[in-house]
Structures are given as C-alpha cells and as structure tokens.
C-alpha cells in the first residue's frame, strides 16, 4: 500500500502513564490496631475505680463530720460510702496514704473498715499477658506469610507463579476457534490423549510430552492451548516463560520443580508456557559471560520433562514466535515432540473468524463478511477481532441501532492507514498529494497481475501518511514472481514519476516509496536470486524469524567489494528500469492523470469502480 509520507520531524511525545495509587494500609494492620483499641477498652472499664474520686484531705473530713459509714481498706486506695448522698453518689474512692492514727480514728467515730484481699489476675491480664499473646499471634501470622502460606508469601518466590484454572473454569472449546483447520486437527488428537490416554498406551505407545505451537503474533496460539484443556476437561497451568527467571539464583529452578510437582497432583493437566524463548534460548558459550539463573532454570526444564512419567497424562504445551532461538535441546524427540504451525488465516479463514466476532454484534442487513475477508488479507486473529470492535465502536460513536458496511469500511482504514487528521493543507500541497496518489493508482491498474485498485484518498492519516492507495486483492498468494515484483517496484515509483511529469519537480512525500522498493529490490538480488549478473546465489546473511518483521541493521553479507558494487549496481538497475517502467505509462495516460487527479481535489477519497470508470476511455478492457 504505498503512501505519501512527510519528512521525519522528531519523536513524537511518550504519553505518561497514570501515576501509582498511593498505599493502603492491610488487614493485618487493621487487625492489630483493632486489637489494641479493645485492650485499652478493657483496661478502662475494669480498672477504673468505683464510685467518686476524693482528696485525702476530703475524705478525712468527712470523717471529721462523722459522715463516713463504711471504709474498706486496700493496699494503694480507700473506698468507702457516705452516710448522706453527696453530688449524687454516696460510693467514694480516695488514694491511701501512709497514716498511723487512722485507725484510731475509724474506731472513735465507730466507722466500719474492712481489709480488702487484692486478686490482680485481672490487672495482670489486661496489663501484659494479652499484649504478649498479641505480640504472639502477630508474629506467628507473619512467619506464615513469609514462609509462604495457601495465598503465597514475602518468602514464596521459589514456587510457581502458574495460575491454575479448573476444569470448570476452562469454558472455551474448538466451537470458539476458526481459520487454523491444520493446527486445530493436529491438536484435536492431543484432547484424545487426554481424555483417553489408555487407548493408546495399552497399545504401547506413549503419551506425546510436549506440543510446541509457533506462529506470527495474534494468530490465537493461547487460545488454542485453552480450547485443547477446555475439550480434554482437565486442569490447566498457563504461565509465561519469564515468569520463571527472577534475580535471585536458583528460583527458577526451583518454580520449574514446584509446577511439575503441582502438575503430576492435578493429573491429567496441561502445563501451558507462553512465550518459551524468553526461557529457551539457545546456550551459547559467552567469553563475556551468560545469563547463568537463565540456562539453570533452562537446565532444569529439561530435567524435568525427561523425568515425569508420561502414563500420568500431563501434557506440556507452549507457544512461541521465534522457534529460531530456541534450543536444540529443547526441540528434540522426548520433550517438545510435536511442532504445530499457527499460521495468518486465509481469506476463507478470516470469514470464519470474523463471523465467530461477530456474533454478540449486531450487523446491518447489508453487511457482506465475506467482503471484509476479502479487504483484510495478512490479518492474524487478533487483528480481526480488533477491526470488528472498532467498528462497533465507531456505530455506537454516529448513534446507530447496528454496525453497517461503512464502518467496516472506516475500521478497516484506521487499522491499515491510521487514524484520520482534521488538519488543513495549502492547496500547492493538495495537489501535490492528488497527482502522487494518482500515479501510484494508475500504475496500479494499468500493469498486469496486480490486486485492483479498491479506494485512493488524500486524507490524512497515521504518522505523517498524507494519502494512501489500497489495492484489494483477489485471493491469497503465496509466491510471487520476477514479473510480479517488477510492476509492484513501478508501482511504488508511481507517485514520484506522476510528480515529475505534472510538475516537473519531486518533494519528500515519496520517501517511504523509495525505501520500500529499494528493499524489495535489495532483496530480488541477494536473496532470491532474481539478478541474471549476479546469479542464483544467496548473498544475503540475515538470521531473522519467519514470523516477525526484520528489525533495523544491516543485511552485509560475507562477500567481497566486487561483489558488493555489483550488487549495488543491479539494484539501482532494477530501480530505474521500474522508474522507466512507471514513466511510459503515465505519459501514455497523461489525460488519465489529470482527470483522476482533479477528482480526487473534489472529492478526496476515490472508490476503485470510479477510478476504473474514470480509466475507461483510455485504457484497454484487459487492463480495466
């Protein structure tokens, strides 16, 4: 899809993430301040003195009156009654302090004094034996915490972070999977396994120990792994591969030990590994060192899937988009023994897909899915279920009862091209972007063997994408031939050649253009062998995954000056003659040039039938 793109203009800003929620205090902390609160309660209520607090002095005065009835005499307080009520309370309690003639005194007023017998059970209770059995039983709760309890502890690192899922709580099926037939059927065989293992092993044979699904990113490898314990009904442990590497040595280790521990518990079980090269990268000896806690925990996954008895039925799966890094040890027979691809749906795969995503949405009657199949080529699973949220989303957005084919249509550009810009450009610029656009589209059409020409829009969109021209293809393809490349690498000239002939200069919007094709044409020469100067040999010397997009870096590989000048040469022979290629044809339909390219100021966005009708007196039925 080529696109006009500006110059680069910095990075753009990193948003800021949310900021961290402030601490909360936790339950054991409530506990102990609850605790603490009663403890004091208690103390007051029990302890507190009964009746009024009197001075010394008062007290003796009353004796003095001969208002004192009682006394009873205690180690550290007298407490006593009056024979009148006094403020409202005839119970009195003073502090006792050292007096020699009060006893004389209580028997010249014939008072009644008792001696009281202390019993400080209580006192001593509330004043240091609960405090200590607090102190206990909080100390007791966190060495269980530490130690690692049910819920997992300070000192729990070593076990496994697997989560466990129920045979229950697996609810997805192969009802809920489409557009992997291959990868479906070879794991249908696995539930089978699982389900009945003794089938198979009253015959001898034995149980497979590990499935290995590899494939592009989003093409649904977990949900796989899911459907497979959700068929079987058994348990099921996912993890991640990073999971088991921590900085400490020897954790990992010991959570590989831990989760197969668990497993042979829960057997039959599927043991699910999300992202195994995190885990299994090749070992390599390192003169500057390697990642030792890392090829432990390597070691001992490898220990352990040798040891486990395969007649108890656990089933070790994991997914991985870069089965190329991986170690060999790991991909032998006896551990990882089947190696099942999860490859990018086909056309007939993503409408399987799409109407397995559409089912709690609801459609238009016009929708077509079958059209939307067909807009969506190289779409993995995941990005299909994004196309078909985003277009509920932009239904709910115009306030409408159900989501129509425009909103398919306008999701499926968000998702290709970017989102859409507001902004306004100057009409030297528009016109600019109009003839790129539709050179690129017209090249598009006029060559042989490429996808039609589905929409042309000079909109704005994505990262400095100031149009874009979509072609539609017709069906899969899996192989692409010299001819085919020739006309792809004119197309993407398209747009710089339209510039040059309409107004006679070039500007920076073909930068992306340029790149594309001098990589495309890089490639015809040292890795496909699509040069007759150089030959059919295989200069390049990348080592990158069949599943992810090459990053930056160089692709030099080990040949000499020579032959680095020449292939340099054959690719800036290529690119001229696509150049040459593009130009012909535009100058051949320069009227066709104009017309599309004054539409397109009117009306921005170009539908391929129009541009076909547009094209219709100039160029032959078998180009159209």
Request: proline content about 6%; hydrophobic content about 45%; glycine content about 8%.
């Amino acid at each position: 899809m080529p696109t006009l793109r500006t110059p680069p203009s910095g990075q753009p800003p990193r948003p800021r993430g949310p900021a961290a929620p402030g601490s909360r205090p936790s339950g054991l902390t409530w506990y102990l301040l609850a605790g603490l609160l009663v403890l004091a309660a208690g103390q007051a209520w029990f302890m507190k003195p009964p009746g009024r607090a009197v001075t010394y002095s008062e007290f003796k005065r009353y004796l003095r009156a001969d208002q004192v009835a009682e006394v009873i005499v205690g180690p550290e307080s007298l407490q006593g009654t009056l024979k009148q009520a006094e403020a409202g309370t005839t119970a009195f309690t003073t502090a006792r302090i050292e007096d020699p003639k009060l006893v004389d005194e209580l028997d010249a007023r014939c008072v009644k004094y008792t001696g009281e017998v202390t019993n400080r059970w209580l006192t001593d209770a509330l004043g240091w034996v609960f405090p200590v059995l607090l102190l206990v039983g909080f100390w007791s709760f966190f060495l269980k915490r530490m130690s690692g309890g049910p819920e997992g502890g300070v000192m729990s690192f070593a076990r496994s972070k697997a989560k466990l899922f129920a045979e229950d709580d697996v609810t997805i099926s192969f009802a809920d999977v489409a557009g992997v037939d291959e990868a479906e059927q070879e794991l249908r065989e696995i539930v089978e396994f699982l389900r009945t293992p003794g089938k198979y092993t009253s015959l001898g044979g034995k149980i497979p120990k590990g499935v290995l699904l590899v494939g592009p990113p989003g093409t649904g490898k977990t949900l796989l792994a899911r459907a497979v314990a959700g068929e079987a009904k058994v348990p099921f442990f996912s993890l991640s591969g990073s999971e088991f590497v921590e900085m400490f040595v020897g954790v990992g280790a010991a959570r590989v030990r831990d989760l197969f521990t668990q497993a042979e518990a829960k057997a039959p079980c599927i043991i699910f590994i999300d992202e195994l090269d995190a885990l299994g990268r090749t070992r390599v000896q390192n003169p500057m060192g390697s990642h030792e806690e890392r090829e432990q925990t390597l070691n001992q996954l490898l220990a352990e899937m040798d040891g486990f008895d395969a007649r108890k039925a656990i089933i070790i799966m994991a997914a991985t988009n870069r089965p190329e890094v991986l170690d060999p040890a790991l991909l032998r027979p006896g551990r990882f023994d089947r190696q099942v691809l999860v490859d990018k749906p086909d056309i007939k795969g993503r409408e399987a897909v799409l109407r397995i995503h559409t089912r709690g949405v609801v459609l238009a009657p016009e929708v077509d899915i079958a059209v939307v199949a067909a807009r969506t080529a190289g779409f993995a699973g995941a990005d299909l279920a994004n196309l078909v949220n985003e277009a509920a989303l932009l239904a709910a957005r115009g306030n409408k009862t159900a989501v129509d084919q425009r909103d398919f249509d306008e999701a499926a550009d968000r998702l290709i091209a970017g989102l859409e810009k507001k902004r306004v450009m100057s009409p030297r610029e528009r016109e600019i972007v109009a003839y790129h656009e539709a050179g690129h589209a017209l090249v598009a059409t006029l060559v042989p063997s490429l996808d039609p020409v589905h929409k042309i829009s000079i909109v704005q969109r994505g990262f400095g994408a100031l149009g874009y021209t979509m072609q539609l293809p017709l069906e899969d393809r899996y192989l692409l031939q010299r001819g085919d490349l020739i006309n792809q690498l004119a197309v993407l000239l398209g747009g710089r050649t339209a510039e040059e002939l309409a107004l006679g200069d070039i500007s920076t919007g073909a930068q992306n253009d340029l790149q594309r094709a001098t990589d495309m044409a890089r490639s015809m020469v040292t890795e496909w062998g699509m040069s007759d100067a150089v030959g059919a040999i295989s200069y390049s010397d990348r080592r990158q995954s069949p599943f992810l997009e090459a990053g930056p870096g160089s692709d030099r590989g080990p040949y000499a000056e020579e032959t680095a000048r020449l292939i340099d040469g054959e690719v800036k022979r290529l690119m001229t003659q696509a150049h040459e290629q593009a130009r012909v044809l535009l100058m051949t339909h320069r009227d066709a040039l104009e017309r599309v390219t004054r539409r397109l100021l009117v009306i921005e966005v170009m539908e391929g039938a129009e541009l076909r009708a547009l094209l219709a007196e100039s160029v032959p039925p078998s180009h159209a």
